[in-house]
Nanobody
Framework: QVQLVESGGGSVQAGGSLRLSCAASGININYCMAWFRQAPGKEREGVASIYTVIGRTTYADSVKGRFTISRDSAKNTVYLQINSLKPEDTAMYYC?????????????????????WGQGTQVTVSS
């Protein structure tokens, strides 16, 4: 049984930083892991993915250079370091897992390819 639990969200001023964590259970190193976000009234957007087996990470253009995804396999935890936060980063952030590498090979992330989801952690950025 796969469970994903996010933490680390909060309210910050523009320019600040946050580190989101996703504690995972029931997964192994062969899972593609990703972070999505969804702002009110908008579609869920994939922001970053990681496939540890081949050391591959991908990022949405809107977050490149500011977001960093990483994974501690020993702790089964995936992190999303968010720097230089902007008001438009305000959203609910979700951790997601897929039991294959395929979603992590795409140029953009599709929510439909991820089977498991966490409950989300809110990030609010004020100007």
């Amino acid at each position: 049984q796969v469970q994903l639990v996010e933490s680390g969200g909060g309210s910050v001023q523009a320019g600040g930083s946050l580190r989101l964590s996703c504690a995972a259970s029931g997964i192994n190193i062969n899972y593609c892991m990703a972070w999505f976000r969804q702002a009110p009234g908008k579609e869920r957007e994939g922001v970053a993915s990681i496939y540890t087996v081949i050391g591959r990470t991908t990022y949405a253009d809107s977050v490149k250079g500011r977001f960093t995804i990483s994974r501690d396999s020993a702790k089964n935890t995936v992190y999303l370091q968010i720097n230089s936060l902007k008001p438009e980063d305000t959203a609910m952030y979700y951790c997601a897992a897929a039991p294959s590498s395929l979603p992590c090979t795409r140029s953009s992330l599709s929510p439909a390819e991820f089977r498991y989801w966490g409950q989300g952690t809110q990030v609010t950025v004020s100007s």
